[in-house]
């Protein structure tokens, strides 16, 4: 076994995982949009481009050191809820479980020694620090509106004026970023 290999293989499984994510959250999104929820829609299928945009730094980075990469499939979506608390908290089980396969990375990357593969990983650490605490505030939100979605709303709109659209350390996506 090449001294890399787990971490490669831990990365082009995560290659999956985020693709199945952007579907997930677009899946998600169409379902928020159904029920005339602009910004909560919004705020999904911009993740889903943010997810996709993940899997592609990441076949840029194999790519970038020779390792062969695979486009996978993705794992089953869910497009059934009861709920906007059900969507996010499905949102932010997913973000928990990213950050599980994040840190595993980060453990093979630096048990092989492949120090490029730990500065790349640490970029993808830091990210899920920001997404896991931003899904534990939304849902905190749609928790204390309970039945009036449109506090939701207003919530992600006040917030959409501080938002930061760009973030210049993300590592080089395959096909440029969205």
């Given at each position: 076994m090449a001294k890399t290999e787990k971490f490669a293989e831990l990365l082009q499984t995560q290659i999956s995982h985020e693709f199945t994510a952007a579907q997930q959250y677009i899946?998600?999104?169409?379902?928020?949009?159904?029920?005339?929820?602009?910004?909560?829609a919004k705020r999904f299928y911009r993740q889903a481009i943010e997810e996709r945009n993940h899997a592609l730094a990441m076949v840029r980075y194999l790519l970038d050191r020779d390792h062969p990469v695979a486009i996978p499939g993705t794992g089953?979506?869910?497009?059934?809820?009861?709920?906007?608390?059900?969507?996010?908290?499905?949102?932010?089980a997913q973000e928990?479980?990213?950050?599980?396969?994040?840190?595993?990375?980060?453990?093979?990357?630096?048990?092989?020694?492949?120090?490029?593969?730990?500065?790349?990983?640490?970029?993808?650490?830091?990210?899920?620090?920001?997404?896991?605490?931003?899904?534990?505030?939304?849902?905190?939100?749609?928790?204390?509106?309970?039945?009036?979605?449109?506090?939701?709303?207003?919530?992600?709109?006040?917030e959409s004026a501080t938002e930061v659209e760009d973030t210049p350390d993300m590592p080089p996506v395959a096909g440029g970023k969205l």
């Open positions: 899946a998600l999104a169409v379902w928020l949009d159904a029920r005339d929820l602009p910004r909560l089953d979506v869910r497009n059934d809820f009861s709920s906007v608390h059900e969507v996010i908290e499905l949102a932010l928990r479980a990213v950050t599980t396969d994040i840190e595993a990375m980060a453990k093979a990357a630096r048990a092989e020694e492949d120090y490029l593969g730990e500065q790349f990983v640490g970029w993808f650490l830091k990210e899920q620090v920001e997404e896991v605490a931003q899904m534990t505030t939304l849902l905190t939100v749609v928790e204390r509106a309970g039945d009036n979605l449109f506090e939701v709303e207003n919530h992600l709109y006040r």
